[in-house]
Nanobody, 116 residues
Framework: QVQLVESGGGLVQPGGSLRLSCAASGFTFSAYVMRWYRQAPGKERELVASIGSTFYTNYVDSVKGRFTISRDNAKKTVYLQMNSLKPEDTAVYYC??????????WGQGTQVTVSS
């Protein structure tokens, strides 16, 4: 019943923008820290951004000033606005919902490719 469904990925040129969305269902969305991870081929999964229940946000240094995470609790959706995209941003992006170690959910991922 728990679902995290990402959308918005695709192919974009360097310098372009994308907005990822993650629609949640089956759990108390507002109580969870929502996070975006990414994983590039041959790389470990990396935490990109997180937003808490009080809307506190943090980001990995490489995306600061370019990416913005936000959430809409009424819509049970978390977003990742990605601007000034670089080829090194190419990865599968995953939505994650964290309450405790036991209650930790993942989406299926959406591909973001930044290339000319």
């Amino acid at each position: 019943q728990v679902q995290l469904v990402e959308s918005g990925g695709g192919l974009v040129q360097p310098g372009g923008s994308l907005r990822l969305s993650c629609a949640a269902s089956g759990f108390t969305f507002s109580a969870y820290v929502m996070r975006w991870y990414r994983q590039a081929p041959g790389k470990e999964r990396e935490l990109v951004a997180s937003i808490g229940s009080t809307f506190y946000t943090n980001y990995v240094d490489s995306v600061k000033g370019r990416f913005t995470i936000s959430r809409d609790n009424a819509k049970k959706t978390v977003y990742l606005q990605m601007n000034s995209l670089k080829p090194e941003d190419t990865a599968v992006y995953y939505c994650n919902a964290l309450f405790t170690t036991t209650y930790n959910y993942w989406g299926q991922g959406t591909q973001v490719t930044v290339s000319s």
